[in-house]
């Protein structure tokens, strides 16, 4: 099945901007959606298809693609954002695919 | 309030066999497409099956001829039998409703509603 390549860990500065990404082929016909997880919780999707949040998702959060890669934004990052980020979609044969995660530490 | 609850897991010797249950409220599992996705101690999430809602299954590779996904639509309850355990099936377990539009390129897919997961350990 197709693969999907986050870089394991990123940081920001508290208020700065990050921007999270996620390469693979799939995501040339597929929009990825994003997970957050916090340690011992289940993930929670926050962005998906274009650029969609879900209730209650802070507006802060943001998603775009180009060609193979997608990209996760948040702008102004705030404490509670530090978690673990998935990115999301389905391979060419129909089956579901997911990033190896990326660990936002927010400084 | 929509809500999956997991159930079923826990500590298993290799080669034996384990049953886990998703409970679902708000939510129809006959109407839906359902996964169960696992996430080894310190890894990342696996997708692992998927039910869809006309009842087609589907398997991710590692676990394809020794895992079932099946659903009990009168008590609204998703399965997974899970036979043949493995060490490297060690993994927190949850069940999640998925949702996506395959209207037009580029389609989307996500997951929606998550159960907390249940714990299955593969040890001897």
């Known amino acids: 099945s197709s693969e999907l390549t986050q870089d394991p860990a990123v940081s920001v500065a508290l208020g700065q901007t990050v921007r999270i990404t996620c390469q693979g082929d799939s995501l040339r016909s597929y929009y990825a959606s994003w997970y957050q997880q916090k340690p011992g919780q289940a993930p929670v999707v926050v962005i998906f298809?274009?650029?969609n949040r879900p209730s209650g998702i802070p507006d802060r959060f943001s998603g775009s693609r180009s060609g193979n890669t997608a990209s996760l934004t948040i702008t102004g990052a705030q404490a509670e954002d530090e978690a673990d980020y998935y990115c999301?979609?389905?391979?060419?044969?129909?089956?579901?695919?997911f990033g190896g995660g990326t660990k936002l530490t927010v400084l | 309030e929509v809500q999956l609850v997991e159930t079923g897991g826990g500590l298993i010797q290799p080669g034996g066999s384990l049953r886990l249950s998703c409970a679902a409220s708000g939510l129809s599992v006959s109407s839906n497409y359902m996964s169960w996705v696992r996430q080894a101690p310190g890894k990342g999430l696996e997708w692992v099956s998927v039910i869809y809602s006309g009842g087609n299954t589907y398997y991710a590779d590692s676990v394809k001829g020794r895992f079932t996904i099946s659903r009990d639509n009168s008590k609204n309850t998703l399965h997974l039998q899970m036979n043949s355990l493995r060490v490297e099936d060690t993994a927190v377990y949850f069940c999640?409703?998925?949702?996506?539009?395959?209207?037009?390129?580029?389609?989307?897919?996500?997951?929606?509603?998550w159960g907390k997961g249940t714990t299955v350990t593969v040890s001897s």
């Open positions: 298809g274009q650029n």
């Open positions: 999640a409703r998925d949702r996506f539009n395959l209207a037009a390129a580029p389609y989307h897919y996500y997951m929606d509603v």
């Open positions: 999301n979609s389905r391979d060419s044969i129909g089956d579901v695919v």
